[in-house]
């Protein structure tokens, strides 16, 4: 029998494994190079890339929920220019393909950022950050909205000749119609989703556990939501999906694969085990062989209904 | 390229409650104590609490490294603090370590002020432990809420520190602030002060501290995510070249220089 092969390509970038770094848990990959080189990942995302410097939040930043984190960080930035200098050099010395995570405070700003990077070497993809709840701008986000998602992939995808993926939220009524509508516009793959957007108090104090207030959740806590979004968008749209949100086994991967993903991102386990994509790695390829599949793509999106897909939304 | 482990399995030598809400864990492991600077903590996982996602972080109190043993002091605060509590002698600890910045301990540091308050107390035993032997005077300055909330004086009488306990309520040692005591030893020729402890006591100490020539350097506290910079979650003003940025407690830190800091932000 073949041996298991873990060989993955998403929207043009051939990935030696489905594991890619969920943009904002990652920082430009200076820490975890610490620990190991970075090609253990089958991509690295980076933490979202503005056009200016920005601060981000006051602390605090984070708070832990059952089985999740709330979080309202801010993105800080040191902007663009700064990670074409400082970042994209450190990166650029491991074998990975590295996708850069934008953001804006303004549409304009996508394409602005883009065509910035587009000058660039060693850069795989563009993840269009259209999703983060933390932004101050409108406080709800670009990706809430079907058209300016679709406009933002549309002028973004003319200002750069790289893949873009877009990065839905999860807090909207239907992700299928974003999903539709960056797609139409030119996405070349989705990955999804970010954190759902969440609030704590603390009751001896009577305050939030967050300066912010509102921050975004991750963690085993939002798996199931993410299982399911993702398994709707699958049966939605043509262009590849990264699966996303709460991640932290080789089963949690495994369930994305099947419902549609085709690279898996990690995140908040790398904040409790920054090894545990190796661990991530060797179970799914385990799996792979005890259930006699050669490749991930003989298992995407094959999760056994009791009875045919009526309605996927 | 070198890549540092940070990963560390450690054995729980004791695990004792040494006052109403702080515990003593001893644990044994060969790497840690050897390479491990006072002021540095280490990332604990809560093996027996799936839900608890992070890791909660811990000065070093103290390191043996000739017994390869070192020590945290843990305050129970919450659900993580709790479930260490159940630790047991001959029980595994994943930890990652050691982290952070440590206090910089020169060889002839002269005359030593140690100022704590409460768990803050800790990271300063490994202080004491440095200074020992090197020639170095040593006052112990040491403020808790009450009698009951008392621990490690003894330690520091042990290091030769001349040592001063304060209780809020005046249960035990002198009645009120340690920072109102720190006034009063301020005449005296200090060359160092190493300081942990709430951000009350920080303030009072950075206004009492102000004029004073001594190099103060304070180890922080702070809710961390992942402890070794990747989160962004621990962030506290600093001043740099006339600048106003935001650095990280686990790698900028904990320790930074006490007139660096910004104490009306939130720490």
Same mark, same amino acid.
């Given at each position: ?62 708070? +832990? ?54 000058? +660039? ?55 299928? +119609?974003?999903?539709?509508? /960056? ?58 999906? /990264? ?59 094959? /999760? ?10 | ?95 990652? @370590? ?17 100022? @704590? ?151």
């Amino acid at each position: 029998m073949m041996k298991p092969d873990l060989t993955t390509h998403l929207c043009g970038i051939k990935m030696a494994n489905p594991i890619v770094t969920a943009s904002g848990t990652s920082g430009y990959g200076e820490e975890f190079s610490q620990f190991y080189d970075l090609k253990a990942f089958g991509a690295f995302t980076v933490k979202s890339v503005f056009l200016e410097k920005r601060q981000g939040n006051p602390t605090p930043r984070i708070a +832990e929920c059952a089985s999740g984190i709330l979080n309202s960080i801010g993105i800080p930035s040191n902007g663009v220019r700064h990670f074409i200098q400082e970042g994209l050099p450190v990166l650029r010395r491991y074998q990975v393909p590295v996708i850069v995570s934008i953001a804006g405070t303004s549409i304009d700003d996508f394409p602005k950022i883009a065509a910035i990077l587009d000058k +660039e070497d060693g850069i795989s993809a563009i993840e269009l950050n259209i999703s983060c709840p933390n932004l101050e701008a409108g406080g709800c986000s670009f990706g809430a909205d079907p058209e300016v998602s679709g406009r933002i992939v549309r002028r973004v995808k003319s200002a750069t000749r790289l893949p873009l993926i877009a990065k839905l939220t999860p807090n909207v009524t239907d992700i299928t +119609e974003i999903a539709r509508s /960056v797609e139409a516009n030119g996405a070349d793959a989705v990955s999804l989703i970010n954190t759902i957007g969440g609030m704590a108090i603390d009751i001896d104090t009577r305050k939030p556990k967050l300066a912010n207030i509102f921050g975004g959740l991750s963690g085993p806590a939002i798996k199931p939501v993410g299982i399911k979004m993702v398994w709707q968008v699958y049966n939605t749209v043509s262009i590849p999906i /990264v699966g996303i949100g709460g991640v932290m086994t080789w089963e949690d991967a495994i369930e994305y694969i099947l419902a549609g993903a085709t690279a898996v991102g990690v995140g908040t386990a790398l904040f409790r085990d920054p090894w545990v994509v190796f661990d991530i790695l060797k179970g799914m390829y385990r799996y792979l062989e005890q259930k006699g599949f050669n490749r991930l793509e003989d298992i995407k999106g094959k /999760v056994k209904l009791p009875q045919p897909l009526q309605n996927s939304r | 390229m070198k890549k540092t482990d940070l990963r560390c399995y450690a054995r729980v030598v004791e695990n004792l409650r040494i006052c109403t809400d702080h515990y003593r864990l001893v644990l044994q492991e060969d790497r840690l104590p050897r390479v491990t600077k006072p002021g540095q903590f280490v990332n604990i996982r809560i093996n027996t609490r799936e839900d608890l996602l992070l890791r909660r972080p811990f000065s070093v109190a103290l390191v043996k490294p000739e017994k390869s043993r070192f020590e945290v002091i843990y305050r129970v605060v919450g659900k993580g603090t709790a479930a260490m509590t159940e630790l047991e002698p001959g029980d595994t600890v994943d930890l990652l @370590g050691p982290l952070g910045t440590g206090f910089n301990i020169p060889e002839n540091a002269g005359n030593c002020l140690l100022l @704590g308050g409460g768990c803050g107390v800790a990271p300063l035993w490994a202080v004491a432990d440095k200074l020992y032997g090197t020639g170095s005077k040593m006052i112990a300055m040491l403020g808790f809420q009450s009698a009951e909330h008392v621990f490690g004086e003894d330690v520091f009488r042990g290091y030769g520190a001349h040592t001063v306990v304060t209780t809020d309520d005046g249960s035990y040692g002198v009645k009120g602030f340690i920072t109102q005591e720190l006034e009063k030893v301020m005449s005296q020729q200090i060359d160092r002060i190493y300081i942990c402890g709430p951000t009350p006591m920080l303030k009072a100490a950075s206004s009492i501290l102000e004029k004073s020539k001594a190099e103060c350097q304070v180890s922080l506290e702070a809710r961390m995510g992942c402890g070794f910079g990747v989160c962004l979650s621990c962030v506290v003003s600093v001043r740099k070249e006339g600048n106003i940025e935001k650095q990280r407690v686990c790698s900028e830190g904990p320790v930074f220089r006490l007139k660096d800091i910004l104490l009306d932000d939130e720490t």
